[in-house]
């Protein structure tokens, strides 16, 4: 079922240029699961964990990053989650999750890159919840650049805001969201 | 862009009669290129596999193709070779077409000095044109120079050799050799660094690295799987895992996923951080642990057994505690024929040294164990013996096995408890820490392969609680697991060990001291582990360190 996408994200790692030495390691490590046995797919597939995407999204202006705050997790994140059974690839993923958390649709994007490419790669492990044991998410993220400002609320989603990049790692500290904005903002201005 | 892939294997299924399962359902695809490491158990089905993607097994279920046009060259565990030639002969085989290529040019350019009508001439004009480009294309205007140099790093016995009287190293090498030579698509190599020393095998891993084919190799050589591997095959319940990345990435990644699953840490996961904790350490740190090991003799000796068989997967007892004076030789000489193997040598080998002993084939590694034992002399000098010492050590030529028994009865005596030191462990854990798993310990002993019986001495030796080890050549039948375990339970034991070896990732992360059979009969006594000996080679020797070349002896006059 899910084939397609799993050729599209083995196209994805064969073009990415990691930035650093712990991003290569996610890199490989990546490249290790999609070749793996099972579905890296699903997100019932635990062991050990499954592919998710996610999206850095900058304003017209270019100088704000757009953040929701996860009501679960009470963490400022750039939108994102599961790959679904009917995206037809990871960045259709990443595009389907912003609006669903944040109401900017389709048009509203300009993807950084055409053929789609990745920004970056990160992996977090997720705590034993429920019936899921611990696993980890291998995030592909993808750049994108929004033609309007204006968003919503959308499904577990506290607030949706745009933030300056001084306060970005005020808001959400951590050496994968830098190394992320860096990326992004490198290349939108290329 | 669809990747062209230059084999695929699709549902493989092998099973062995009666009813193992090697290999269960395994679907991949290999891409042009691609360097490619198998690990796995002993048993895991790794040679299966090659056999299988060479086309020698075809009794399998699944499927297993290579793509159109893609050669596929097989190096076996036991390579034949052509008895009717001599060592020239075999590895000429590898190059045929582009020998026949080279002759049929010859032929032409002597022609042209025969008087011809300007037909004929131009006839000839357009063959050898044509005869230029293929040879141009595969750059073999040096072939000579090409299999001389192959033939030489690979220290090959010489060109009119006969083949029948070759040892199993020698056969080995020359049918690599051969196959390198051929320069297939795609190179499957079970095992190609068995019996290759240092010096061929580095030249080995420069040649892979370049090699513009796909290669998979078996192997069991850390440094040769971290040079040359872009990719890790791990066999596991029959099924395959691919991991992007060389060992020590590997090792990264599997780490991290047993971290992931695992609530408390398992054995086989501690071993595996210290392993990538001492990759991650600097040289200088490295040196730093070993020179401390040394000092530690005491404390360790101390240590309650109870607390370091939690620790380790395979567990040394400690023997009775050494005094100061270990093993010391002065102007050791020893000559085997004419030939002198040992000239002038002096050492000092201090309580909890493990030191490793290097060298080609041959050179009188196994002779100077014999020597410290009391099972040969020395022909001049002395070797000094301290009073406390108490080996462990199996002259694996004489020792003698019970064909009868089972591995399990031989190693534990038929006890479901063994006694290590003081500690009581069950002997049937202990036999599997030593690869044999599950019914692999109902086996005869006589029936065991090579690889098999050295694993089964190793354990039974581990077991005998002596205070200064003697080891040769433990590491070459060991898979990874195995050897990782064998070099924390050398880490953690009390007392000293010597221990020959090729396995350069073995001896950096355990041996405190190299003593190294140079060539020439120089032997050298050196502080450090293998990595720093090399080091102060290059800078002694420069280049010519790297240049693989034949033994020398010096004569020996008794």
Redesign the interface.
Known sequence: MHSSCR?SI??LL?TYTPSDRADS?Y??????LV???GDPLSRHFF???HFTASAFVLSPDRRRLLLIHHHKLGRWLQPGGHIEGHDPDARAAAEREVAEETGLVRSDLVPLEEPARLLDVDIH?IPAHGKE????HYDLRFGFVARNATTSIGDGVGEVRWVEFEEVDRLSPGASIRRALLALRGRAHD | MAHQYVFTLQQLRKVAPPDKIILDGISLQFLPGAKIGIIGHNGAGKSTLLKIMAGIDTDYQGEAWAADGIRVGYLAQEPELDPEKDVLGNVEDGVREIRDLLTRFEEISAKFAEPMSDEEMNQLLEEQGDLQDRIDAVDAWNLDRTVEVAMDSLRLPPGDADVSKLSGGEIRRVALCRLLLEKPDMLLLDEPTNHLDAESMAWLEGYLKNYSGTVIVITHDRYFLDNVTEWILELDHGKGYPWKGNYSSWLDQKQELLARSEKEESKRRRTLRQELEWIRMTPKARQTKSKARIRAYEEMVKEDQKIRAAKVEILIPNGPRLGDRVIDAHKLTKGYGDRLLIDELDFQIPPNAIVGVIGANGVGKTTLFRMIVGQESPDAGKLEIGDTVSYAYVDQSRAELDGEKTVWEEISGGLEEIELGKQRVNSRAYVSSFAFKGSDQQKRVGRLSGGERNRLHLAKLLRSGGNVLLLDEPTNDLDVDTLRALEEALLNFAGCVMVISHDRWFLDRVATHILAFEGESRVCFFEGNFHDYENRMREELGDAYDRPHRVKFKKFHA
């Open positions: 050729d083995r196209e064969a390691g890199a490989d490590a990546m490249q290790s070749e793996g046995p062991d050990p964990g492990t044991p611990a696993h980890a």
